[in-house]
């Protein structure tokens, strides 16, 4: 299926668009909000300040896709494939990125609130002024991360690889709750 004949069933009302290949399409600024993009091939894809508010992209392959300005609150991405991705002044509040591999991602100046980040890998990824507020990071992989001007408060950690003592510390002064134990949480700072 082409982008054409996709937009066209989309704005017929078909929102079930799962396991297609959209390979390095331009999508930019369309709406897809709600639609099942569960298992696309997005490799490379333009996605520039598209609409996916609430769309389904469980194991989606998003590799080096741009997904910068776009609106992915509400989504789920989890299990998708985002390495490399762009995702830079987007909005994922909300989004379910469980076990998701973020490694390289851009995701400076996004917003990250709410978000589920559990068992997701961001080695290497850059957080530069990201809102990681209420958000949730259990057993993620965070080696390499680039941390600056991160926003944390209430955000949840627990069991998280990659961080140092010196940035456990500077994050819990921010707000953030480090979970010692899953079983009987205890809220205080861990050393890494």
């Not at 598209?50 to 910068?68: K, P, Q, S």
């Not at 990250?112 to 068992?119: A, K, R």
Request: include cysteine.
């Amino acid at each position: 299926m082409d982008v054409n004949t996709l937009l066209q069933k989309y704005a017929a009302g078909a929102r079930d668009f799962r396991d297609l290949d959209l390979f390095r399409c331009d999508l930019e600024g369309v709406n897809l909000s709600g639609a099942s993009l569960f298992r696309c091939n997005l490799f490379s894809c333009n996605l520039y300040r598209a609409n996916l508010l609430g769309t389904n992209l469980f194991r989606a392959n998003l590799i080096n896709a741009n997904l910068c300005n776009a609106n992915l609150s509400g989504a789920d991405l989890s299990e998708a494939e985002l390495i490399g991705a762009n995702l830079s002044g987007a909005d994922l509040s909300g989004a379910d990125l469980s076990g998701a591999d973020l490694s390289g991602a851009d995701l400076s100046h996004a917003t990250l609130s709410y978000v589920d980040l559990s068992n997701a890998t961001l080695k290497r990824a850059k957080l530069v002024d990201t809102a990681l507020n209420h958000a949730k990071l259990i057993k993620t992989n965070a080696q390499g991360v680039t941390w600056v001007d991160v926003e944390v408060e209430k955000a949840e950690f627990s069991c998280v690889e990659g961080l140092s003592s010196e940035l456990v510390t500077l994050l819990t002064s921010q707000g953030a709750i480090f979970v010692t134990s899953q079983s009987s949480p205890q809220y205080q700072a861990v050393e890494l």
